[in-house]
């Protein structure tokens, strides 16, 4: 297309030619200058090019045909003919022209948005109608305007905007038009930049639209958001507090019940008793969903990430259904692949928690038949990425169609008739979902109705450092070449135990029936070395057949396991054949333990006694306060208890916990420190405080293991901790200390306290006793005298326990931080009694009693207990005479442990 310049040098060119006189140039650039003169008017620059476009090639193709010929000198008529001629048709040519920017113009003015043509220094060239109406300006007066006019923009900003744009790019932003009363209207302004055609100047577009409906729309959105938002909160906190609220009455029937239960009662009154305690223990498993969704919605509960036990989240969950799979006769299975790594980092509760609410549900929709849980990993990009799956499946009745896609949906279930039947709240599966998608993982269901269903989990994680378990071996040299009979009816279990033991080189005979077991050893009994039968199998039992083997010739002397869903106390007299028990599912760390123990016994005793006994742990009955608000461990320390021959009552948080030890004088009290309401540490702070009431044991539940954290709470008053996940043997050990403690505090309570006392104080002012410790005969601790133990050794073995160390220079280095603590307690109770301060004093010297008993500092720990009973009975002026023996048992106590650790070279 050519331009009007393009036109103009041609025209000259036939002047400067003579082609063309002076008179005829005027005319024709007249006639072009008029053309641009009306389109410029009338649309400005872009639709000029594309208007005037027609009247350019006539006005061309006029003079070339016209001018671009030497014309005759004579026939004057002729000339002025070809020019009326070219005249003509250029007036026929502009007037087309004319028609069709009109009709341009037309278009731009029926567009809804506001439209506005700038050059390069934002001079409005062309503005439409839409623009004029959103301003109230007429469209003559923004004409030769800066675009700052509309308001949008300031001459500056709109100047940097034009500068900073690319050719053919585009920019953006929202601004408000104000028209001539100040009112504001809000337009989203996009402006492009038309590149230049020939030398021609730059022209800008400028496009804004009337956001002013959307912005209200979003408006609108974000109130129906906000209110949602609000909403959920607001449920979510009902629920809570409804269901704390709910907790404290049935705390309350727990514990009475309990109590109740330690009376003497007839066998009618005790079904009675045990009825309520049940149904209050149900009810409180309900409220613990409750509590788990309402977190999970108002967005509350977080996960952790620490090393996490595959196997052993497996094994937990399984304890957790044990029992009521037993009671329905459903084989309980597990499977972990070898190449599984031992652990990754991960939440254990919230994973235990996912897989107990899926192998509870399949054990309560299964009739008959058995549940599995298998595991599995894929390697995932990266050096130690991995994908974990979690695979239950159970064969029960299924899921209809028609309601698996609703199945994670909150207060679901299957069917109405499944609540009835069932029972549960319908939030199981909901919370499974959220907990595995704030994992990062995924779970889907598969399911037949009346065949069964298969929920699988998937998990990403990355492989965590973690003692491996001697049973992953791939070898073993014990059990290598050692020959098992393995009989059992369910051919998933024996697959299972015949590739654990086939890991560690035994030679497996397995059978799935008695009948089979004997032909398959006929003429070998003698070469066998181990059996393994299940006891309940259809046709010959269990029983049955160990009797048989022990016929055989050579069968007294193999040693057999009895395979059973029972505990030993149920199996009873069917054990006599038997020399251990294995419960279902069986743990391959627990049946590696018992092969190896049976092969070689003088080397390493059975497990089958430690880990079934309960009895064994009689001694004080002792009343259990749990304050834990995970469902799971819930589960889980009720069980450990229940297996060390107690029973706990369970409240979820500290502020529960506080109000039950107001009701009930609890013996031992389970504190888990990070609880919602009222944390553990505080829930104990309080519970210290209360100079009137019988102080229990308090042992913190953490899962966190530095000497801060620990640090943190002894100086709450705590009096123990166990690490988090619970371990039969932390909590077997503390239960002994708890023992230990309400005997002595029961023996004191029978003397005459005060004579029981008086010869040490007495001592201890008089100065009596050598500044040098010296070991006792017995060797239980370090003493000044024969009555006064200033380091007792024993008390530092247990720490060692505790922390789970045997590497003497880990361990000394611990002591050497917590010596630092304690001697920042005794600075801290020096203060105390030097300003006067009750209360401060009665805090510093509690805490000073629990460091100092922790670190076997029994001097330290008698005299901080002297000035704590001052401090509660205001009577600080008393303490300020016994601050001069807290510092010397201090001293001795520092002297003594220096002595030790150069002895024992720690």
């Not at 010929?69 to 040519?93: F, H, K, Q, S, Y």
């Not at 223990?281 to 999970?296: P, R």
């Not at 009222?678 to 702070?685: F, K, S």
Request: include cysteine; charged fraction near 30%.
């Amino acid at each position: 297309m050519h331009s009007l310049s393009t036109l103009r040098r041609r025209l000259q060119a036939l002047l400067d030619g003579g082609a063309l006189s002076r008179d005829e140039f005027a005319t024709l650039d007249g006639l072009v200058g008029g053309a641009e003169h009306e389109a410029r008017q009338r649309a400005g620059y872009d639709v000029l090019d594309r208007g005037i476009a027609p009247i350019i090639d006539a006005l061309v193709s006029l003079a070339a045909l016209n001018f671009g010929r030497e014309l005759p000198l004579t026939g004057e008529d002729e000339r002025v003919d070809a020019i009326a001629a070219g005249v003509n048709m250029l007036a026929e040519e502009l007037q087309s022209s004319v028609v069709s920017l009109d009709f341009v113009r037309d278009i731009i003015d029926s567009m809804a948005e506001s439209l506005v043509v700038t050059d390069h220094d934002g001079i409005i060239q062309l503005v439409n109608e839409s623009t004029g109406r959103l301003v109230e300006r007429p469209l003559e007066a923004l004409r030769g305007e800066h675009i700052s006019c509309l308001g949008g923009h300031s001459e500056t900003s709109a100047s940097r905007l034009l500068a900073d744009l690319e050719p053919a790019a585009t920019a953006e932003a929202v601004v408000d038009y104000v028209d001539a009363r100040g009112r504001r209207t809000p337009i989203l302004l996009s402006v492009r930049r038309l590149c230049p055609r020939d030398d021609r100047p730059s022209l800008y577009v400028w496009v804004g639209k009337d956001i002013r409906a959307r912005l209200q729309l979003e408006r609108e959105l974000r109130e129906a958001r906000d209110a949602a938002v609000a909403s959920a909160a607001a449920k979510g906190e009902f629920l809570a507090n409804m269901s704390h609220e709910i907790r404290t009455p049935m705390n309350a029937v727990i514990g009475l019940t309990g109590l109740l239960l330690e009376t003497a009662l007839d066998e009618r009154q005790r079904g009675f008793v045990e009825l309520v305690r049940t149904s209050g223990e149900t009810l409180l498993a309900l409220i613990n969903d409750i509590l788990d969704f309402s977190k999970i919605e108002s967005g509350e509960l977080e996960l952790e990430r620490a090393p996490m036990s595959v196997r052993d989240c497996v094994e937990n969950a399984l304890d957790v259904v044990t029992a009521t799979a037993a009671a329905k006769s459903i084989e309980l299975l597990a499977r972990v692949d070898l190449d599984v790594p031992v652990a990754v980092y991960g939440d254990a509760t919230r994973v235990q928690q996912t897989l107990v609410n899926l192998l509870g549900n399949a054990v309560k929709f299964t009739g008959r038949g058995e549940v599995m849980l298998s595991v599995g990993a894929r390697a995932l990009p990266g050096a130690r990425g991995v994908e974990l799956e979690w695979v239950v499946r159970d064969s029960g009745i299924g899921i209809p169609a028609h309601a698996v896609p609703r199945l994670f949906d909150a207060f679901s279930q299957a069917e109405t008739s499944t609540t009835r039947r069932f029972g549960g709240t319908g939030l199981g599966l909901a919370i499974c979902k959220r907990l595995v998608e704030g994992m990062g993982g995924r779970i889907s269901v598969q399911s037949l109705e009346g065949e069964g269903t298969t929920f699988r989990v998937t998990i990403p994680g990355e492989v965590a450092p973690y003692p491996r378990p001697r049973y992953l071996a791939a070898r073993d040299e014990r059990l290598h070449g050692v020959r098992v009979l393995l009989v059992d009816d369910n051919h998933t279990n024996l697959e299972i135990l015949r590739d654990y033991m086939e890991s560690w080189g035994a030679e497996v005979i397995a059978a799935t029936s008695g009948e089979e077991a004997l032909a398959r050893l006929e003429g070998r009994a003698a070469s066998l070395e181990l059996g393994i039968i299940d006891m309940d199998m259809d046709g010959m039992s269990g029983l049955e057949l160990a009797n048989a083997l022990r016929r055989r010739p050579g069968g007294d002397a193999v040693p057999l396991i009895m395979l059973a869903s029972l505990s030993r106390r149920e199996a009873g007299r069917a054990l006599e054949p038997f020399r251990a028990l294995l419960t279902k599912p069986v743990k391959p760390g627990r049946l590696f333990s018992v092969l190896r123990s049976l092969v070689a016994p003088d080397e390493e005793p059975a497990e089958s006694e430690t880990e079934t006994r309960s009895s064994s742990d009689a001694g004080v009955p002792l009343r259990v306060l749990l304050a834990e608000d995970n469902a799971i461990n819930q589960t889980v320390a009720k069980l450990s208890l229940a297996r060390l021959g107690l029973r706990a009552d369970v409240v979820a948080d500290g502020q529960e916990a506080i109000r039950a030890m107001r009701s009930i004088p609890y013996d031992l009290v389970l504190m888990d420190v990070q609880m919602p309401l009222v944390d553990g540490l505080e829930a104990t702070r309080v519970i210290r405080a209360d100079a009137d009431a019988t102080q229990p044991y308090i042992v913190a539940v953490t899962a966190s293991a530095t000497v801060r954290d620990r640090q943190a709470c002894l100086d709450a008053g705590v009096n123990d901790y166990v690490s988090k996940p619970y371990r039969l043997g932390d909590l077997r050990r503390v239960v002994a200390r708890c023992r230990s403690e309400v005997e002595r505090r029961e023996t004191v309570s029978a003397l005459d306290s005060s004579r029981a006392r008086s010869i040490p104080r007495e001592r201890a002012r008089s100065g009596e006793g050598s500044s040098r410790a010296e070991p006792s005969s017995g060797g239980a601790g370090v003493r000044l005298d024969s009555r006064e133990v200033v380091l007792d050794r024993a008390k530092l073995t247990g720490l060692a326990e505790m922390l789970g160390t045997s590497d003497a220079e880990e361990f000394a280095a611990f002591v050497d931080e917590f010596l630092l603590a304690l001697t920042a307690v005794v600075d801290r109770v020096a203060r105390a009694v030097e300003v006067k301060d009750a209360g401060e004093l009665r805090v510093a010297a509690h805490s000073l009693k629990a460091n100092a008993a922790q670190l076997g500092a029994m001097a330290v720990a008698r005299v901080a207990d002297e000035l704590e009973r001052h401090a509660l009975a205001g009577a600080v002026e008393r303490g300020a005479a016994r601050l001069a023996a807290l510092e010397e048992a201090h001293r001795r106590y520092r002297v003594a442990l220096a002595e030790l650790r150069a002895r024992e070279g720690w």
